[in-house]
């Protein structure tokens, strides 16, 4: 099993910045794919960006390409989610999630492709 908890999330202005964390327990870390999602008040969680065990591929989301940016660090268990030119639409709670079933195109946005999840992480961006 893995645990994951994430961190980062803030208030932040229009066009900052913002970087996420996400610290996972566990010394088989480096074999999950691990994923973002965000979910905002009164919508649907939906797929932010993936990436697989290596760092080599990764998968974004229409609505991040260009802005947002993932990388992990498997000595240090971490991925990080770099957020650059916030919209309030991006005002969400972001969750980081882990796949034991390996990397795929297909399956990288599915949330129901993740066995772990984190608590989740408070993003707020101001007008």
């Known amino acids: 099993q893995v645990q994951l908890v994430e961190s980062g999330g803030r208030l932040v202005q229009a066009g900052g910045s913002l970087r996420l964390s996400c610290a996972a327990s566990?010394?088989?870390?480096?074999?999950?794919?691990m994923g973002w999602f965000r979910q905002a008040p009164g919508k649907e969680r939906e797929f932010v960006a993936a990436?697989?065990?290596?760092?080599?591929?990764?998968s974004y989301a229409d609505f991040v390409k260009g802005r947002f940016t993932l990388s992990r660090d498997n000595a240090k268990n971490t991925v990080v989610l770099q957020m650059n030119s916030l919209k309030p639409a991006d005002t969400a709670v972001y969750y980081c999630?882990?796949?034991?079933?390996?990397?795929?195109?297909?399956?990288?946005?599915?949330?129901?492709?993740?066995?772990?999840w984190g608590q989740g992480t408070q993003v707020t961006v101001s007008s």
């Open positions: 999630a882990a796949d034991d079933n390996g990397w795929s195109f297909s399956t990288a946005p599915r949330i129901s492709a993740y066995d772990y």
């Open positions: 566990g010394r088989t870390f480096s074999r999950y794919v």
């Open positions: 990436i697989s065990w290596s760092g080599g591929a990764t």
